[in-house]
């Protein structure tokens, strides 16, 4: 059973891709000033985007909103929320939550924010863990 209720992840969720749009918006801000983005493919503005550190997004209202809601999580949410990435991006099936939340426990430390904050695709694989685990418990 998940540890986490399905409003907090969604409204995660929509945090995340506001910051991400947030982000890519700097990104192609910074290439039109001096570069033909012609010349960048998504994958290559992907990358820019993960080049930039959690610190340099310390101004960042929208980046600071989602971490203070993933801080605001309790540690069972947190290893939920962690586990809940994890299916979604393929690590585990959703027949393996259970061992990917002793697996986010294991892995656990005061940096959780941040690296759910750094995977790229955040929003995506919590809604693809979250379908995956409806589909999981429909069977």
């Known amino acids: 059973m998940i540890q986490i209720s399905q409003e907090k992840v969604e409204f995660i969720i929509s945090m995340a891709r506001e910051f991400r749009e947030g982000s890519l918006a700097m990104v192609n801000e910074e290439l039109s000033e001096g570069y033909n983005s012609d010349n960048y493919t998504e994958h290559s503005l992907a990358g820019s985007l993960d080049s930039y550190k959690s ?10 909103e989602l971490k203070g809601a993933i801080e605001a999580l309790n540690e069972d949410e947190k290893h939920a929320l962690v586990a809940l990435m ?16 002793e697996d986010a426990k294991e892995a656990s430390n005061k940096h959780t924010a941040e690296y759910l904050i750094d995977s790229p695709l955040l929003p995506d694989y919590l809604e693809e863990g979250l379908t995956q685990l409806s589909d999981d418990d429909e069977e």
């Not at 610190?55 to 600071?64: F, G, L, V």
């Open 86 to 101: 994890w299916i979604g991006r393929g690590t585990y099936g959703p027949e393996e939550f259970e061992l990917a939340i």
């Open 55 to 64: 610190e340099e997004h310390a101004q960042d209202s929208a980046y600071m």
